[in-house]
């Protein structure tokens, strides 16, 4: 119960402080900030509607205790407020904002080493755009022959929206224009400057560094046993660079055997456990291809090895392998020197195609849903767009995928290996999502995050590869939302089992919000290895850590701990949703209209202190019981445990 | 006021000896209905049975599968679960239990066998043993059986026989045969003769009952007219209209040939703002207007409102009957996945084959009228009528969504009964045409009142806390248009339920005003059995499914406040009322515009009019109309927007709900349509069947509170300590409700499991329950800090005690504090503490 006490304590704070900008601002503008608070769930996001940026700086929201700090908050709380660290670069007056639902507005554009700052002159109540320059993935110059003498200027953002500013041609043309300069800071890698995470200097009660530990996390799992053993061959990043330094794997395979297989998989991704079943003792592993090749060439120690993964299994004599991807795919791989296993080599074992396509179609897949839903939605083929973009497909072939290597697991007993091609996108995806279904503890908030360290973080997801930080090749090839698809899943998840999941939907929005923000240095690098070399730990601050300073935020408060019981979601597409919470929330006509957020946490503030009453009672039950002569003339109920919103 | 006929009918309904009677009936049948486990109806045999039979569950019943014992009677398909409790033999028929089907409700019987489905007919015969039995219903459930290797295969086949054989295939004259099995026996008859009627609801049979919803709605300016008492006037019309109070009977009678099937402007509901909601059939063309015609029509029209009428016109934007039919059929083909056939839309079809049906289009279409109808009655001071040529189909949905958006009354369960029972049931809503019970008017058939289910489901799932009934009772209603048992649905206007229950019945004596004679006596019975209304839940629905249909705590407190009309005045009033008086604009396509043909008698060609009336109806407040709409164009977008209609939680509970339309908003009814789907649940879900419900927890859970608390309370030292419990009771039961209130929001997809058999007692019982015991022991702590309690979790859940406090305040209070006890309460903050 020390939780409910700092909830307490948070929330009558928070709520005292905003209560007062309830009152000054009108009707209209307070709902519509608490709707913002639910829908928008951008934190550290801009939102397009105005005074949300009262609520959206991430150590606003952490850090409401000093007293000053909410006099000024309040006193002007449309300004912007700045992040340690974030210095004011440019500033520009008179600058035009397109926006796509409500039209043009003139305001004042700030450019920081974090952010992108719009405040319109000409709104009442001020519109407000906040946005990390970290979403911006291109800056695009658009003709100013057109409209007399303006420059215009395209952002487009990774967060599935395009803004659109303008300004009167510069007089003094030695001057840059201020977008020139939001260039410069919004891709610094291409810059040769720095990523704002490691000037970030905030300070949060919690070390979110320290959620995840390899040792710990396969001890709480019952590794090391009989069959499974923790290996360091990898301490040194020598057998395989993208993978983690600590790795299990089958007992009686020597390190030395497994370099040799290791040079039979892609890039050294060697078959490693994952999860295993804490009553079959099933496993589900993950690797990469076998470099099969065009001549099938094959490997005696890799053949042992999944043997070896197999034998740990003694419930099943079976071994199956999913291949994320389609058959064609993985035949066409061979022309690489990659392949699959063929079943003659490999006996036992089945192999299984998942028909998951590769980044590429993903990336093509999401741009079409950008099309879709932003900015206007056609209404009359909405659904026909929808279903053009395949989106939802992937969607469902990832959860089919993931649901049939979860039901062999639980089911069958059955071990499991997963690979793709390289062994770190789709095979990220499937066996993460796989261990959600499996292994509740993964459904709380930081089992969610340990499972995003381990399986994505650790096993070397290359998020910055992936979604290219600071780096202005828009049109890299290697980018993809890979990661946000996979989010996408837990999010459909959640809709299908609401009570299983500790966490709520604005943790999901978070996550994928500081996905971009380049604000915590979480999804820096690209493998466990770099983010060792840049020492990303001790430089910069982890998200988990401010998402673990105010978990009431994101608690879900219908959960229930299921941690025993497995969840086998509906894959069908009938029951699958357009997570419209996320891609179309820059529409403000798609606001929900009432605000769940905010009552969920009213619920959850009830609740923790209901408890904290009834416990004190209790107390006061055994005391009282202990000395049943005294009288209890002043009760110790004292604490008046009334909500504290006076 | 004619309280008269109230009370004959109470003394009536009290009558002492029914329910005894009742009891020691059903003490003699005793035995004889209870067989094999299966609790019959009076005079209902058992035709077949197999055992070690096993249900596939739905999603909502949990997943998985239940064993037990399969039944065929000559009404129903039932299905006893092996560890079922032994029923009660006292207690009350029930014509389904939760796992039964009824016959009548059966669409298409197929068994699949190994490696082959076949489609039953009565006349077809099996070559080989089933292993499933899947049944197809019109409701679009789909009942999976599996027999078990144990089942003996005689009884395998000889259950499929039978029950395809004694299902009602679609032809005419099955449904007498199937009422007659379920109700046809001397004991149902007797039994239905004596049911109580629900007297939380209005039913508008009554001169009173529409003097009641005129009071509640504060309504002044109309009165209840009888002129059509003999369906003299318009044989479609209830017995009893609401006109206004300056028209007499005399000049009315003289109005009804002016329109298409006599069907008059008619009263159905005023905004508190002050608008009138009328509505009405289209006019007769051909007819020559007299001066006092057209004296008498103006103000029938115009209502108490004399400055401005708008004519609402239904035709053009919204789907036909026809329309509706072929939406409704494409979508029922696309859920049900038709195993028989086997075709069935492949998954990546999906979304374009749901948006080729157009439901969804029509369901949005109907909404947004319905939208722009509210923002004008907001508006205040104007009378809406809505015209449709016959006025029984889109005038019934629009009408009633209106008011299900505006008032917060339509939202509860019995709120939304008068509702149906007064837009569709009274208004003549051809339910027997539509519905096509009969299967012998094909062309008529439309389920438009399905539509409107799938309407207010729109506004439920987007408004979720802002309802008292559920999704719940929704699908009961839903599935209850199916079941041709009802009197409600059985015929298409109040004159035919008249008819058929032989029974004029009712008389007008001068002294009691109207009297109603309910139960036609059942010695002087015809041939058929007494038809119930669909609103006797009880006969279908067992008491934990009933306990579901509504929300533990409704959510808005005051839910039969007197309105009187004037409770705000809008600042876009006055820019309305200072127009000439008499004007009529005609709304389509969302502008407004005054046709010179728009009312025939204005029309040139009369020329009466012109004499009394000079001045030609301006177009000059047109722009104060179209704001009215903008208004909510405008709420879709939060900025700039200074009217009180903040989408998120507008503080004046009259604010219409105003549903976002755009495509991605517009959701499907999963529970309804997809919930037969078998493909749905390829999975069994293994452990969700005996999970506890996310609510059910949170009430255990809280439970668990209670009982520690409880220990607390056995204290030695009571009277310090009872005020505590007591509070803290209070507040968990907030805290339980809470939970069931806030759920809807998330709960579409869950794998649900039947909510607590027993919803929490609400605070006013506890109040009552509770009262004795703090009033027995004075409590030390003074009674502000209790108030304080109470207080705060009003604001906090919008469960208002202050509210409950004042019961007898029927006045509504001045907005400012009508703000306080009425909002929805979560960022109510301010509010509160100034009332604290």
Redesign the interface.
């Given at each position: 119960m020390e939780k409910s006490g700092s909830i307490d304590s948070l929330g009558s704070k928070r709520?005292s402080s905003?209560?007062p900008s309830?009152?000054s601002l009108?009707?209209?503008s307070?709902?519509?900030s608490?709707?913002s608070a639910q829908a928008k769930a951008a934190s550290a996001m801009s939102a397009d509607?105005?005074a949300t940026s009262t609520e959206l700086s991430p150590e606003l929201r952490v850090k409401p205790k000093t007293a000053a700090k909410q006099v000024f908050r309040d006193s002007d709380k449309e300004e912007q407020q700045l992040l340690p660290n974030e210095t004011v670069q440019d500033v520009a007056q008179d600058v035009t904002y397109f926006c796509p639902?409500?039209g043009a507005m003139r305001g004042t554009v700030t450019v920081t080493n974090y952010r992108l700052f719009f405040k319109s002159m000409d709104?009442e109540p001020a519109?407000v755009l906040d946005l990390p320059l970290g979403v911006v993935s291109r800056v695009e110059k658009i003709g100013s022959a057109s409209s007399r003498g303006d420059v215009s200027y395209g952002l487009v953002c990774k967060d599935m929206r395009n803004l659109r500013f303008a300004h009167k041609q510069l007089e003094d043309t030695l001057r840059k224009s201020i977008f020139e300069v939001l260039v410069k800071f919004a891709f610094p890698v291409s810059n040769g400057l720095q990523i704002f995470a490691f000037e970030y200097g905030q300070v949060f009660p919690e070390n979110g560094w320290k959620v995840y530990d390899a040792v710990s996390e396969y001890k709480r799992q019952g590794i090391p046993n009989e069959s499974w053993r923790i290996s360091k061959v990898n301490d040194h990043y020598e057998v395989c660079d993208t993978y983690p330094s600590t790795l299990a794997v089958p007992v009686n395979i020597p390190d030395e055997e497994l370099k040799r297989v290791a040079a039979f998989r892609a890039k050294g991704r060697i078959p490693v456990l994952s999860w295993i079943h804490p009553e079959s003792q099933a496993t589900v592993t993950r690797c990469s291809q076998p470099m099969v090749g065009v001549n099938g060439k094959r490997s005696k120690e890799d053949e042992k090895y999944l043997q070896a993964i197999m034998d740990a299994n003694a419930q099943s004599h079976k071994l199956f392998i999913f291949d994320a991807r389609p058959s064609v795919n993985a035949a066409a791989n061979k022309m690489k020197g990659g392949g699959y296993e063929s079943e003659d080599a490999y006996q036992n074992a089945e192999l299984v195609f998942l028909d998951i396509h590769n980044i590429h179609v993903m990336r093509e897949s999401l741009r079409k849903l950008k099309d879709v839903?932003y900015p206007n939605?056609?209404?009359?083929?909405?659904?026909?767009n929808?279903?053009s973009t395949?989106w939802?497909?992937h969607i469902?072939l990832i959860l089919a995928g993931a649901?049939r290597i979860a039901?062999k697991v639980e089911?069958g007993k059955t071990s499991v290996v997963v690979h793709c091609s390289d062994g770190w996108d789709r095979t990220g995806q499937l066996t993460s999502l796989a261990m959600l279904m499996l292994d509740g503890h993964f459904r709380t908030i930081r089992g969610f995050e340990v499972l995003l360290e381990k399986e994505w973080l650790s096993f070397g997801h290359r998020f910055q590869l992936r979604l290219g930080h600071g780096d202005k090749n828009h049109t890299d090839a290697d980018r993809s939302p890979v990661f946000i698809q996979f989010i996408d899943c837990v999010w459909q998840l959640t809709?299908?089992?609401?009570?299983a999941f500790e966490f709520n939907e604005y943790f999901l929005v978070t996550i994928l919000d500081h996905l971009y923000s380049c604000l915590f240095g979480t999804f820096l690098c690209n493998s466990e290895q770099q983010r060792l070399k840049e020492e990303i730990p001790k430089r910069t601050v982890s998200l988990w850590s401010y998402v673990n300073s105010q978990l009431e935020e994101f608690t879900n408060?219908?959960?229930?701990n299921?941690s025993n019981?497995?969840l086998?979601p509906?894959v069908?597409?009938?029951?699958l949703e357009?997570w419209?919470g996320y891609y179309?929330r820059w529409?403000?006509?798609?606001?929900?209209?009432?605000?769940?957020h905010?009552?969920?946490k009213?619920?959850l503030a009830?609740?923790a202190e209901?408890?904290k009453?009834?416990d004190e009672?209790?107390r006061?039950?055994t005391n009282?019981?202990a000395s049943?002569s005294e009288?209890?003339g002043s009760?110790t109920?004292s604490i008046t445990p009334?909500?504290t919103?006076? | 006021m004619l309280t008269g006929s109230k009370t004959t009918f109470k003394v009536r309904q009290m009558l002492p000896d029914i329910k005894e009677r009742m009891l020691s009936q059903s003490g003699v049948s005793a035995r004889s209905r209870d067989v094999f486990g299966l609790r019959c109806l009076p005079g209902e045999c058992v035709l077949q049975r197999a055992v070690m039979v096993r249900k596939k569950l739905t999603?909502r019943e949990g997943r998985g599968w239940v064993s037990g014992t399969l039944f065929c009677t000559h009404f129903r398909v039932a299905f006893v679960p092996q560890d079922s409790p032994k029923p009660d033999d006292n207690a009350d028929p029930v014509l389904l239990g939760d796992h039964d089907v009824a016959l009548a409700s059966i669409e298409k019987v197929v068994v699949v066998g190994p490696n082959r489905t076949k489609l039953v007919t009565p006349n077809s015969s099996l070559k080989f043993t089933p292993e499933e039995l899947v049944l197809y219903c019109r409701d679009l459930r789909v009942i999976c059986f599996l027999f078990d290797r144990l089942t003996p295969d005689a009884q395998v086949i000889e259950i499929t026989y039978t029950i395809a054989k004694t299902y009602q295939p679609p032809k005419p004259g099955s449904v007498l045969s199937f009422q007659n099995a379920a109700l046809g026996s001397v004991e149902m008859k007797q039994f239905l003769s004596n049911r109580r009627r629900n007297t939380h609801m209005i039913w508008f049979e009554s001169a009173s009952d529409w003097e009641q919803e005129l009071e509640r709605c504060g309504a002044t300016g109309w009165r209840v007219s009888s002129v059509n008492d003999r369906f003299e006037m318009s044989t479609s019309l209830p017995r009893c209209i609401v006109v206004p109070q300056k028209v007499l009977d005399t000049e009315l009678k003289k109005s009804f040939a002016h329109f298409n099937e006599g069907r008059i402007p008619r009263w159905c509901w005023r905004h508190p703002r002050g608008s009138d909601l009328l509505r009405m059939a289209s006019f007769q063309n051909n007819i020559y207007h007299e001066k006092d015609d057209i004296r008498n029509l103006e103000m029938i029209l115009f209502g108490c409102q004399s400055s401005l009428c708008v004519v609402v016109e239904l035709g053009e934007e919204l789907p036909s009957p026809a329309d509706i039919q072929l939406a409704h059929s494409r979508l029922r083909a696309l859920c049900l996945g038709d195993i028989s056939t086997s075709v069935s839309v492949p998954?990546?079809?999906?979304?374009?084959t749901?948006?080729?049906t157009h439901w969804?289009?029509y369901t949005?279409s109907c909404l947004r009228k319905a939208s722009e109808v509210a923002c004008l009655l907001r508006g205040g001071h104007l009378t809406v009528a809505l015209q449709e040529a016959d006025d029984r189909d889109m005038g019934c949905v629009v009408s009633s969504l209106v008011q299900v958006m505006c008032d917060p009354h339509c939202r509860t369960q019995h709120g939304f009964q008068s509702l149906v029972q007064k837009e569709w049931v009274m208004a003549g809503h051809r339910f027997n045409s539509r519905i096509n019970y009969h299967r012998d008017n094909d062309k008529e058939e439309a389920p438009v009142f399905l539509l409107f289910l799938d309407c207010v489901w729109q506004l439920l799932s987007?408004?979720?806390?802002?309802f008292q009934l559920t999704d719940d009772f929704l699908l009961a209603l839903h599935d209850s248009i199916h079941l041709p048992l009802f009197s409600s649905f059985l015929a298409n206007c109040q004159r035919e339920r008249c008819k058929r229950s032989q029974n004029p019945g009712q008389s007008y004596t001068p002294v009691n005003g109207w009297r109603d004679v309910l139960h036609p006596d059942s010695s002087s019975d015809s041939s058929d059995p007494p038809l119930p209304s669909v609103w006797d839940w009880s006969l279908q629905y067992s008491k934990h499914r009933r306990d579901r249909f509504t929300q533990p705590v409704p959510p808005i407190p005051p839910l039969q406040p007197l309105l009187n009309g004037n409770l705000n005045t809008n600042p876009d009033t006055h820019r309305l009322t200072d127009t000439i008086p008499g004007s009529v604009f005609l709304l389509s396509r969302g502008t407004f515009s005054c046709p010179s043909n728009l009312l025939p008698w204005r029309s040139g060609s009369s020329g009466v009019y012109k004499k009394s009336h000079r001045r030609a109806p301006s177009s000059e407040n047109v722009p104060g109309l179209e704001r009215l709409l903008k208004a909510w164009a405008l709420a879709?977008?939060?900025?700039?927007?200074?009217s009180?209609s903040?989408?998120?939680?507008p503080?004046d509970p009259y604010e219409p709900?105003l549903?976002?339309?755009?495509?991605?908003?517009m959701g499907l009814w999963?529970e309804c349509y997809?919930r037969g789907?078998l493909?749905?649940?390829?999975?069994?879900?293994?452990?969700s069947a005996n999970?506890?419900?996310?609510?059910e927890?949170?009430a255990r859970?809280?439970q668990q509170?209670k009982d520690?608390?409880a220990?607390?309370s056995t204290?030695?030292?009571p009277p310090?300590?009872t005020a505590?419990?007591r509070r803290?009771d209070t507040?968990?039961n907030q805290?339980t409700n809470?939970?069931t209130f806030?759920?809807p929001?998330?709960?579409?997809?869950?794998?649900t499991m039947p909510r607590a058999t027993a919803p929490p007692p609400t605070s006013t019982n506890h109040q009552t329950s509770r009262g004795p015991l703090s009033a027995s022991a004075p409590s030390s702590?003074p009674g502000h800090k209790d108030n304080?309690?109470s207080n705060?979790?009003t604001?906090?859940f919008g469960h208002s005690s202050v509210a409950e406090a004042r019961p007898d305040q029927r006045h509504y209070p001045a907005p400012n504090n009508a703000k306080l006890p009425k909002s929805?309460g979560?960022?109510t903050?301010?509010p509160?503490?100034r009332a604290?």
């Open positions: 709520s905003r209560q309830v009152d009108s009707s209209t307070t709902s519509r608490d709707r509607s105005a639902f409500i709104r519109f839903v939605i056609e209404d009359s083929h909405w659904l026909s929808l279903e395949h939802l497909e469902k649901l039901d089911s809709r299908q089992f609401p009570a408060p219908l959960y229930v299921y019981h497995v086998f509906v069908s597409l009938r029951h357009l419209v179309i529409n403000p006509r798609m606001r929900p209209q009432e605000p769940v905010q009552r969920y009213e619920l009830k609740r209901l408890q009453r009834v009672l209790q006061e039950v009282r019981s049943s009288r209890a009760p109920r009334v909500q919103f006076v | 999603a998954d990546d079809k999906w979304l374009s749901l948006e080729s969804l289009d949005r987007q408004y979720p806390s802002r879709e977008f939060p900025q700039g927007l200074t009180t903040g989408p998120q939680g503080l709900l549903p976002l339309l755009m495509g991605p908003c999963r997809l789907a493909h749905a649940q390829a999975f069994s879900h293994p452990i999970h506890p419900h996310p609510v927890r949170l859970e809280v509170l520690k608390l220990q607390v204290d030695p030292n310090a300590k505590e419990p803290t507040n968990l805290n809470n939970g806030l759920f929001a998330s709960r579409s997809q869950s794998t702590r304080g309690g705060k979790h604001f906090l929805n979560i960022q903050a301010p509160h503490d604290l």
